[in-house]
């Protein structure tokens, strides 16, 4: 199958739609697509957008999980990056896991962990294992300020 699309909205009415370069179906499990080149895109509840892209992974039609498997990234309006080598999403539930080291790119630094789980539509995330949080101090302005 060439050029697969799958768009729809979350139980809370968010718009997603994902799409591939191409996916190969087993007959015996026609459930099961195998996809490569994968593009999707989510709308969070405050309104801004994730942008998720990877290399590989498995879409169950029937469960509606999604598996991604290589060079995976994540972002997002807001400004960060997240970069993962596996992930499960169940995107009309807004969940995401990743049970392999995660790294997060933010505007003032760098999370590392070895898990991830988004919860909650987005509302929560929560990294555990080997944490490393490194965060640059913010600048300092000589900027005076005046009252009146």
């Known amino acids: 199958m060439e050029a697969p699309k799958l768009a729809g909205f979350t139980r809370d009415n968010r718009a997603y739609n994902l799409t591939a370069d191409a996916a190969a179906q087993d007959f015996t499990n026609p459930t099961v697509l195998e996809l490569s080149g994968i593009r999707a ?3 969070m509840p405050n309104k801004t957008v994730v942008n998720i ?3 590989a992974g498995v ?5 509606e999980l999604l598996t991604l498997t290589q060079y995976i990234t994540l972002i997002s309006s807001e400004g960060y990056e997240a970069r993962l ?19 997060i790119f933010l505007s003032n630094g760098k999370l590392n962990a070895n898990r991830m789980e ?3 539509n987005g509302e929560l995330l929560k990294f555990e294992g080997g944490i490393v949080l490194d965060l640059k101090p913010a600048e300092k302005t000589d900027k005076k300020v005046s009252r009146r």
């Open 118 to 120: 988004v919860l909650d």
């Open 85 to 103: 080598t596996e992930a499960k999403a169940e995107i009309r539930k807004g969940y995401i896991v990743s049970e392999k080291p995660v790294e």
């Open 53 to 55: 892209t990877a290399v």
């Open 41 to 43: 895109k989510i709308e």
């Open 59 to 63: 879409y169950d039609t029937k469960s």
